[in-house]
């Protein structure tokens, strides 16, 4: 590849990754701001479905851009707690079209898709370790709702860079500006949606993604509570929710070398089962500093998991299917953000945050049942 056409395909995969980035970075918000806000997500099995329909109507980012910005307009001046959460209704509804957009893009590259895809959810990572060392500090001022002023910042400048680098395109029109072809052509008489909805593949993707996210966002908010109330940590506990997010993006990195070596079907074998071993340390070890390292680690464990799983969605489904299909994955998966969390909180209510490691032990064993439930089988171009 010469450098001119290198540089023709960072700029926009910088872009993308932009893009993820103030996913996590949303996402990230939740553990610190916690004590304030409860309910998050509704809107993201909206955007999901939508997403099947408007992924080849319209180019990248314009309705998520205007869906953050209106929503974080909202969630500035501290609204009263229902237009608080229809902000977040709306803001999830914008963060699945991007969500399924950047990933879609980035699953039809045909060179080193897999490198790539392990960057871009380094991106969420990155912006999810970032955004509570900012959370945490407006969480102890009196308005605190400000923090979602820098997250309104960013939404602008990541509306401005698509508008510049995309220009509102469709994705068969990006990839064609890079050197791309399109791939396969869509040539069933049957609409995308009920090809998508009749693939057994999407809908065990979707249920694994809905576990493996649910674990994701439980650990990152609850694992603070469980650390204050159960080993005794102060207010600095709070940090640990970063440790797990930055060990969530370095592992997105760090493990692309044994993901090849070992396979990446294998990789999530074993990431898990590691995963469910450092649990039970933090269950059962009663080490603050111990159980902050564990959380850490299982970040890097977890980290790898999604980009793998969005790897092979694009190597089992069609490609003209593949955006609206990885939409509706993603999607139907971010309600884990709100359904295990949820879980969790009425399990703590009745039995203390105790409850949270078991819950988690047995989410994290639901989720290699998932998997392997998940076809092998490569998709045929």
């Known amino acids: 590849m010469t450098k001119l056409a290198a540089g023709v395909i960072l700029v926009p995969f910088a ?8 996913t996590g970075w949303n996402d990230g918000s939740t553990g610190p701001l916690l004590p304030r806000i409860q309910k998050v997500y509704h809107g993201y099995v909206a955007g999901a ?6 992924t080849d109507r319209l180019g990248f980012g314009k309705v998520r851009s205007l869906c953050q910005i209106v929503a974080y307009s909202m969630q500035a001046p501290a609204p009263p707690f229902s237009v608080f959460i229809l902000a977040y209704a709306i803001n999830g509804f914008g963060l699945a079209l991007e969500v399924a957009q950047a990933i879609g893009y980035v699953a039809s590259l045909e060179k080193n898709a897999a490198t790539h895809m392990g960057f871009l959810h380094a991106a969420f990572g990155a912006g ?7 959370a ?12 979602y002023l820098v997250s309104l910042s960013l939404t602008i400048l990541n509306a401005s860079i698509l508008s510049t680098v995309f220009k509102f395109r469709t994705q068969d029109e990006c990839l064609e500006r890079i050197g791309q072809s399109a791939g396969e052509k869509d040539t069933s008489q049957d609409t995308k949606f009920r090809q ?14 809905l576990v493996y996210v649910g674990i994701e966002v439980t650990i990152g908010g609850w694992i603070v509570t469980f650390l204050i109330d159960v080993r005794g940590g102060g207010s600095s506990a709070g940090y640990v929710s970063s440790g797990f997010f930055g060990g969530l993006m370095v592992g997105r990195i760090a493990l692309l070398w044994l993901n090849k070596k070992i396979g990446e079907r294998r990789a999530i074998y074993l990431y898990s089962f590691l995963a469910i071993g450092l649990e039970l340390i933090v269950w059962f070890v009663p080490s603050l500093i111990g159980d902050a390292v564990a959380v850490s680690i299982v970040g890097m464990l977890l980290g790898p998991i999604f980009p793998v799983a969005m790897n092979h969605a694009a190597k089992v489904l069609p490609r003209w299917l593949l ?8 999607g139907f998966g971010q309600a884990g953000s709100a359904v295990i969390p949820f879980m969790t909180g009425a399990l703590s209510s009745r039995f203390g945050i105790r409850s949270l490691q078991p819950l988690l032990v047995v989410m994290m064993s639901v989720m290699i049942i998932l998997w392997a439930l998940v076809p092998g089988a490569r998709r045929a171009d």
């Open 196 to 209: 998508i909805m009749s693939l057994k593949s999407v809908h065990f993707l979707a249920f694994f993604i």
């Open 49 to 54: 479905l939508m997403n099947v329909y408007l």
């Open 136 to 147: 945490t500090q407006f969480a102890q001022l009196k308005h605190w709702s400000f923090h």
């Open 323 to 330: 955006t609206g299909a990885i939409g509706w994955i993603s």
């Open 128 to 134: 999810a370790l970032a955004s509570p060392l900012v």
């Open 15 to 22: 872009s993308v990754c932009w893009c993820i980035f103030i």
